[in-house]
């Protein structure tokens, strides 16, 4: 077929775009030719469209079963349900890389785009900036992770079909949202580079990459959120996170991203903190092309990650050496444009915000360690070191009670200077009326003292919120609701999403505690008790799929001898692979997941695990009301760009 071949053209052609991009810009800054700098923005968008018709291309050979291409016969087959042929370009190394690519140059785009109030030699910079990232990972996908390569003469008619674990809705979105994310904090770290080049670090520097950062971690969160549902409801083992390594590499950037994002808040507020906040643009960059390399080296045994030629994975460690060492060079030179005259004392909203952005960068620092660690030592030959969820857990519950503290405070102290007293005050009735709750609650869910302080601390970030509001709003002659609304968006989104982690930390901390699981033996007409509810093994059936045949049950469910509802587990076996996989039966309600997985039979009786989950659903429905926040944050009209206001300020 002749698209694949113009696709690979296409991938060619948009390198040499991206060499542009990254070159012309920055000559034209030094020559002061703007013709030359405005070439950045029709460069941006030249790549883009080649990328999207090169993406088009391979989503064509897959749609029409085009298995001379050795990308596509190795994950589709003719049987494969065309919505999953469409998902299966990203499901293998080289079209997850092409996904990879795509979405950096639409994230360019867009800041082409967006950014046309901005100075011209600060957007010529920050396009230049991202066209050298293009160009390294464009090099990348053409030299070793090529998707258009062609298995002629020898190829498979039918394909070997996409892995049965990547064929689930869930993985329909889930990789693209956690590329937005990833590959939305080049962003930012293209306007940190912009402004050291250009000697301007203040306080429009940090506005003007804000927007773009709580856009990169909104995404970010969602894909985490999207990998944790997909990881509850497929693997069968009913766990929202396992610290499996590739779980960590996104949640390590997320970490990294949440502090810049932070950080920039001070910036832009009160111009300090401006190496911090560099320094955490470089970090979260870094932490995302790491995420890339630790899925793609082959060093990790996951799930998730892509079993590759470990040269792939060097390649792009060499990416990441390059363009970090090239960063923290330029920031060592520009060392002196750091320097803030702003002061501020020890009790301050500053210190609050610099403490939070400690934790979250030590928490960091914890996950990197655990995560590479086993990997370091294996390397230096001390022995092979298995690091699992109980360090992780030991280490995370002191840092995430701390931070909670920190969100509770930070957003009432004041700027520059905060009284003791004053503060004490503002928190006296949030703290007690939160003690006195989470003694209430915890006496009647059953007691546990790290449940109690958890709870005690949650309720106290919710009180301190809308005592904040209440204190914004206390000259305000409008009545409460009417006033919230306005208040400017971006200190509505914050709000929203504090309210969002604490939804989601209430789910983590409850679900941790009050599950109840079981693993037994069931044959037709056996019944166990899980929790407040009865499950009965009452029917199988033979099923046949597009490309499966299963086995499924019937488990019908009681509470208090009245039925509920019927569930229906599966037990699959995908015949072109011949790959058993466990397809769960979930009842979800706001409250409590009851949740069926249909494990082997031994002829007159089958493994069935069975778990009543309370609060699961509030971690995903916390990281949802998280993303709104950061995108109502992110369209706060004064993060709207205009020609006009921009050169008033210059």
């Known amino acids: 077929m002749i698209i694949p071949e113009l696709g690979q053209y296409a991938l060619g052609l948009a390198l040499v775009v991206a060499l542009l991009q990254g070159i012309l810009p920055l000559w ?12 950045g923005r029709t460069a941006a968008y030249s790549q883009a469209g080649l990328l999207l018709f090169s993406f088009m291309a391979l989503e064509y050979a897959f749609l029409h079963n085009d298995f001379t291409l050795t990308y596509v016969s190795e994950n589709s087959n003719t049987r494969l349900p065309f919505y999953y042929k469409m998902s ?8 997850s890389l092409l996904l990879w690519e795509l979405v950096l140059t639409l994230w360019t785009a867009a800041v082409a785009v ?54 689930d809705p869930g993985l329909i979105m889930h990789p693209p ?25 203040d306080s429009a520097w940090a506005r003007w990459s804000r927007p773009w950062t709580l856009m990169a971690w909104c995404f970010l969160s969602l894909g985490i959120a999207l990998g944790s549902w997909w990881s509850y409801y497929v ?18 950037p997320w970490l990294a991203g949440t502090a810049l994002l932070h950080s920039l808040a001070v910036t832009e507020k009160r111009g300090v903190f401006k190496a911090w906040t560099t320094l955490l643009a470089i970090l979260s960059f870094a932490l995302s092309v790491l995420g890339t390399f630790l899925v793609r080296s082959g060093v990790l045994t996951s799930v998730h990650a892509f079993a590759s030629d470990p040269s792939r994975g060097f390649f792009v460690l060499g990416i990441l050496t390059v363009m970090v060492g090239s960063a923290l060079v330029l920031f060592a030179w520009r060392a002196p444009l750091l320097v803030t005259e702003s002061r501020y004392r020890l009790l301050s909203r500053e210190t609050l915000l610099l403490a939070n952005n400690l934790l979250l960068i030590i928490a960091c620092f914890v996950v990197f360690l655990g995560t590479l660690f086993p990997l370091i030592s294996e390397v230096m030959h001390w022995g092979k ?17 701390t931070l909670l503290f920190f969100l509770a405070a930070g957003p009432l102290a004041r700027w520059k200077q905060q009284e003791v007293a004053d503060l004490l005050r503002q928190l006296a009735w949030p703290a007690a009326l939160a003690l006195s709750l989470s003694l209430l609650l915890t006496s009647l869910a059953g007691w546990h003292t790290l449940v109690f302080v958890g709870v005690s601390l949650l309720l106290l970030v919710v009180l301190s919120v809308f005592q904040d509001i209440r204190r914004k709003l206390r000259h305000s002659r409008s009545g409460l609701w009417t006033g919230f609304w306005k208040l400017a968006r971006s200190y509505r989104g914050m709000q929203l999403a504090h309210l969002g982690l604490v939804v989601s930390m209430t789910g983590i901390l409850l679900t941790s505690f009050y599950s109840v699981e079981h ?12 929790g407040p509810f009865d499950f009965r093994l009452s029917a199988l059936r033979s099923v046949n ?24 587990p599966e037990k699959r076996l995908y015949t072109v692979r011949q790959m058993p996989m466990t397809k769960v039966a979930l009842a979800p309600g706001l409250i409590q997941d009851l949740y069926v997985a249909l494990g082997d039979s031994n002829g007159s009786a089958w493994a069935v695990r069975i778990y009543y989950k309370p609060f699961v659903r509030w971690i995903w429905m916390g990281a949802l009301l998280m993303a709104c926040g950061g995108v109502m944050a992110a369209f706060d009209p004064r993060y709207r760009l205009r020609r006009d206001r921009v050169q008033t300020q210059e």
């Open 385 to 401: 070191i298995s690091v699992g969820p109980p360090y992780f857990n030991f280490v995370f519950k002191p840092l995430a009670l």
């Open 235 to 252: 693997l069968g083992w009913g766990g929202w996170w396992f610290w499996d390594p590739v779980e960590n590499a996104s949640f390590m």
């Open 519 to 530: 693993d037994v033996r069931m044959a037709l007409g056996d019944q166990v008790t899980v």
């Open 177 to 201: 949202m956690l590329y937005m994310g990833y590959v939305g904090f080049s962003v930012p770290f293209a306007f940190a580079m912009a402004g050291l080049l250009g000697g301007r670090l």
């Open 88 to 95: 299966a370009l990203w499901g293998g190394h080289e079209g």
């Open 114 to 167: 967006f950014s046309q109030g901005l100075p011209l030699e600060v957007r010529a910079r920050v396009l230049a900036v991202l066209g050298w990232v293009s160009a390294a990972f464009l090099a990348f996908v053409l030299t070793t992770s090529n998707p258009f390569t062609h298995g002629l003469p020898d190829f498979p008619p039918d394909g070997a079909d996409l892995n049965p674990l990547l064929q």
């Open 28 to 39: 034209g800054i030094r020559r002061g030719q703007s013709g030359l700098q405005e070439l």
């Open 545 to 568: 799929g597009p490309n499966y045949t299963s086995q499924q049950a019937r488990v019908d469910v009681y509470r208090g001898g009245q039925p509920v509802r019927s569930l229906w």
